[in-house]
């Protein structure tokens, strides 16, 4: 169960519909996570680290990230962040 993080073309995320996706916004902040389904996010704004039992993942603006089912995580944000996202 690994978070994959990787930089789509903003040509793809249009078609993919990422622009269409709901907003969430989240402060300076830690707080801890459990993914009950699959979540595919696309970062407006911010910088985040997530931490799970594996692995240490850092990412930020611009940056598309995707949670695995059933990963269970902290999340720290660093900077504010404002992201696109989908369950599912």
Known sequence: VK???????????????????????????KFSWFYHEKES???LEGEVQVITDFETVSFCKGDFVVFPKGLSCSWKVLKP?????TMG
């Open 3 to 29: 978070i994959t993080v990787q930089s789509i073309n903003q040509n793809k995320l249009g078609s993919m519909g990422v622009f269409n996706w709901a907003i969430w916004e989240c402060e300076e902040s």
């Open 41 to 43: 996010c696309y970062l």
């Open 81 to 85: 962040v404002r992201k696109h996202y």
